[in-house]
């Protein structure tokens, strides 16, 4: 394969990605579109496609995608309509889908994405509203291809960028993006695996300069975020080897083989007649109030962007710290409510980015799952601001934390941790490290005075741990200074 860094070629990049939400009922019909339900279960007879069903709109997918849209700087379209998209297959009972084709419900907005060597804003061409279709299953018969329509119905957003991006880390970058804010909003899980989200991708490549678009390929099947980078990393090298050997490319549809790591034809891609778009006639337009969009506005919680920028500028926390904490909505709400109890921005900031993420990755769990309340992280944090505890000890403590629900301070006076800041004690204990260590202090006094750092150890060492090392070194100074 040729290198992805060809310098003659570009790539040209749009992705369409489809997010399932998390409304409590299907788009058109009053039933749970729960993942992992018993093969149609989820079902309705407007779900199976009966005649003389109508649907009946959801009113959270209008104002699911209006917030999508929002987030996204889309204008939002003061009327709307849905259409049927017709096509015919086993997982669609109706031989339709009601979607959105000529008026989407948002359109022309845009996001901002962030790479190692620069930022780049990506366009949104339009996100509209559909319901998903069924699930054909072919690897649970030998002979058969089984149908579950518990899916049938359950209410999507599509989201259509522009061809704006130009790279596989781009598409990643992007992707990312997308799914940060789709689960700041609640609206969507952004469960890939799951196929909560999914993503389709438009590949092309041209000669750089050349401002014609050359002829694209759709690439599906992509379940994971890396698989959509190496994905299109092959395509464009595929198509790049190709025309090099004085080939063409042909429109269609790819899927992706994860297994294999490389792409297998699908069918010709579609044009959208073929689809034989026409008004929904059972459902009427969306008529969008100025009240109502305030209202949606209002609801907006804080965006990660705007988030990541007060965590730098107000709480003073670096970048790339500010960045890990905002990356998801519940680890900036848990350090959130940390540091309105206890405020230490930095303090807070530096155990859950060190102590609580390695718990959260040994065990594989989100923040939600995390056995250590705000309220207990920042007892064991003010214990060790009080100099009551050693940086040390605070680990052991935090450990023991996991699986306890004893309080810090319980547990540090049960594990004999608490530093002794009893001068009288301390000052007995430095005398004798003095009386046993002159060679030690003629040094000392002759100018080695990285001496301190040994007077110190044997301090500790000779109060197991437990002498305040601030209050220590301030003795310690003083004897040696006096005699």
């Not at 040209?12 to 992992?36: C, D, M, R, W």
């Not at 929002?70 to 979607?99: H, M, W």
């Amino acid at each position: 394969m040729s290198t992805i860094s060809n310098e003659k070629y570009e790539a040209v990049i749009g992705l369409e990605v489809h997010a399932q939400l998390l409304t409590n009922s299907k788009a058109f019909a009053a039933v749970s579109p729960q993942y992992g339900s018993a093969p149609n279960t989820n079902v309705t007879p407007l779900c199976l496609g009966h005649p003389g069903t109508l649907p009946v709109l959801n009113e959270n997918l209008v104002r699911f995608t209006i917030k999508m849209g929002l987030a996204t700087n889309c204008k939002v379209a003061e009327k709307s309509i849905f259409a049927r998209k017709n096509y015919f297959y086993p997982d669609l009972p109706k031989g339709y889908q009601i979607s959105q084709y000529e008026t989407p419900i948002c359109y022309d907005g845009h996001i901002d994405i962030e790479l190692e060597e620069y930022n780049k804003t990506i366009g949104i061409t339009r996100i509209h509203m559909e319901e998903d279709a069924g699930k054909s299953i072919h690897d649970q018969d030998p002979y058969h291809t089984l149908v579950d329509l518990n899916r049938a119905g359950t209410p999507l957003i599509e989201i259509v960028s522009e061809p704006d991006l130009r790279t596989p880390q781009e598409a990643y970058e992007y992707l990312k993006k997308i799914r940060q804010i789709v689960q700041y909003l609640e609206i969507c899980d952004g469960n890939m695996e799951e196929g909560s989200l999914r993503c389709d991708a438009n590949v092309s490549i041209r000669l750089r300069g050349q401002k014609e678009l050359g002829t694209r390929t759709e690439l599906k099947n992509m379940n994971s975020f890396r698989n959509v980078e190496r994905a299109i990393t092959f395509e464009i090298e595929r198509q790049i080897e190709l025309v090099e050997a004085g080939g063409e490319v042909v429109q269609k549809t790819l899927l992706w083989d994860p297994n294999k790591l490389e792409t297998r034809e699908m069918r010709s891609k579609e044009e959208a007649h073929d689809y034989r778009y026409f008004p929904e006639p059972d459902l009427p337009p969306i008529i969008i109030k100025k009240e109502t969009l305030e209202d949606i506005q209002a609801e907006l919680p804080e965006l990660p962007s705007v988030r990541l920028e007060r965590f730098i500028k107000e709480l003073g926390l670096s970048e790339d710290d500010a960045f890990i904490l905002t990356e998801t909505r519940p680890l900036a709400d848990y350090f959130e409510k940390c540091i309105s109890i206890l405020d230490e921005p930095k303090a807070v900031s530096n155990v859950i980015l060190t102590e609580v993420l390695r718990i959260l990755n040994e065990k594989s769990i989100d923040i939600d799952e995390f056995s250590i309340t705000p309220e207990r992280l920042t007892a064991l944090i003010s214990l060790k601001q009080d100099d009551k505890i050693s940086s040390s000890a605070m680990q052991t403590i935090f450990n023991e934390m996991i699986e306890s629900s004893e309080s810090p301070l319980e547990l540090a006076e049960k594990l004999n941790l608490i530093q002794v800041s009893d001068s009288g004690f301390l000052e007995e204990i430095v005398d004798q490290v003095i009386q046993d260590n002159p060679d030690e202090v003629t040094r000392y006094k002759e100018g080695k005075k990285a001496l301190m750092g040994f007077f110190i150890g044997q301090v500790m060492k000779e109060s197991k741990g437990k002498a305040n090392p601030k209050l220590a070194k301030d003795i310690v100074t003083k004897k040696l200074d006096d005699n």
